[in-house]
């Protein structure tokens, strides 16, 4: 019996990660249009609205970090190149 070379839990979580990397994404995006819709209007920008603004965009880019790796595995390839 040959064992397969794909490593599936990899691909399931690389999937997840995406998906989570897309929903933060929107969220940034939400946060970045009222943001600069309140600078527009000459109103005081929230420091709470700015901060969760930079945490998702943190946050997106940790989960889309760790797709790559999860892809990198899948495929069995070295995570360096």
């Known amino acids: ?5 794909s490593h599936l839990p990899s691909l399931f979580s690389s999937l ?7 929903l933060f994404l929107s969220v940034a995006v939400v946060m970045g249009i009222t943001a600069l819709a309140s600078l527009f209007t000459n109103q005081k920008v ?4 700015t901060i969760f603004l930079a945490i998702s965009i943190f946050e997106v880019v940790l989960l889309l970090i760790a797709s790559f790796v999860s892809i990198q595995r899948f495929r069995g390839q070295p995570f360096a190149a």
């Open 1 to 5: 019996m040959k064992s397969s070379t």
């Open 46 to 49: 929230q420091a709470q609205q």
């Open 16 to 22: 997840l990660f995406i998906a989570a990397a897309m």
